[in-house]
T-cell receptor
Framework: GAVVSQHPSRVICKSGTSVKIECRSLDFQATTMFWYRQFPKQSLMLMATSNEGSKATYEQGVEKDKFLINHASLTLSTLTVTSAHPEDSSFYIC???????????FGPGTRLTVL | EDKVVQSPLSLVVHEGDTVTLNCSYEVTNFRSLLWYKQEKKAPTFLFMLTSSGIEKKSGRLSSILDKKELFSILNITATQTGDSAVYLCAGTNNAGNMLTFGGGTRLMVKP
């Protein structure tokens, strides 16, 4: 199956700093990438959808100025959590898919802890 | 608004038991229903169901879709402690590849 990597797997940062998370498709061209957030014991909540070369589409309630998404190439998307606060602490998961596919392939996730 | 609902929320069984997990969906222009298993990290893919009434099977796991009743079940027979996880179902539509996830069923299998 298609492989998606995510980096870093875990990050701890101070309140007010920015954190960048990378999502890479390793063996296919990710025309679309999705970013999810998962709080403890809850399901995955879609934050935004990004198509390569276009601006991301954010779900209602997700601040686009706080969660900056860049999908500049067919293999890389980045999520930057700007001015992170403790309430941003969560498990962030990306997934990727190619045009015509139904299935999304998930990255291993990034656990963010903001102190 | 698309909606996917899973039941039960949680389940505790003993090894060897059989469990049935439920997933109902309301997805506009529905295309497929997917099942995932999530342990400590990101979800891992189990099944994708597109056609009604055709059972998909992988070892002790099987799943089937009923497009008339907008429902899917995931069966696990002869459960093992390694089956303990959160099981997620998600619906997708023809408009794109967006997944709408259900809340998940947390399964715990005791020795």
């Amino acid at each position: 199956g298609a492989v998606v990597s995510q980096h870093p797997s875990r990050v701890i940062c101070k309140s007010g700093t920015s954190v960048k998370i990378e999502c890479r498709s390793l063996d296919f061209q990710a025309t679309t990438m999705f970013w999810y957030r998962q709080f403890p014991k809850q399901s995955l909540m879609l934050m935004a959808t990004s198509n390569e070369g276009s601006k991301a589409t954010y779900e209602q309630g997700v601040e686009k100025d706080k969660f900056l998404i860049n999908h500049a190439s067919l293999t890389l998307s980045t999520l930057t959590v700007t001015s992170a606060h403790p309430e941003d602490s969560s498990f962030y998961i990306c997934s990727a898919t190619e045009t015509g596919w139904v299935e999304q392939f998930f990255g291993p996730g990034t656990r963010l802890t903001v102190l | 608004e698309d909606k996917v609902v899973q039941s039960p929320l949680s389940l505790v069984v003993h090894e060897g038991d059989t469990v049935t997990l439920n997933c109902s969906y309301e997805v506009t222009n529905f295309r497929s229903l997917l099942w995932y298993k999530q342990e400590k990290k990101a979800p891992t893919f189990l099944f994708m169901l597109t056609s009604s009434g055709i059972e998909k099977k992988s070892g002790r796991l099987s799943s089937i879709l009923d497009k008339k009743e907008l429902f899917s079940i995931l069966n696990i027979t002869a459960t093992q402690t390694g089956d303990s996880a959160v099981y997620l179902c998600a619906g997708t539509n023809n408009a794109g590849n967006m997944l709408t996830f259900g809340g998940g069923t947390r399964l715990m299998v005791k020795p």
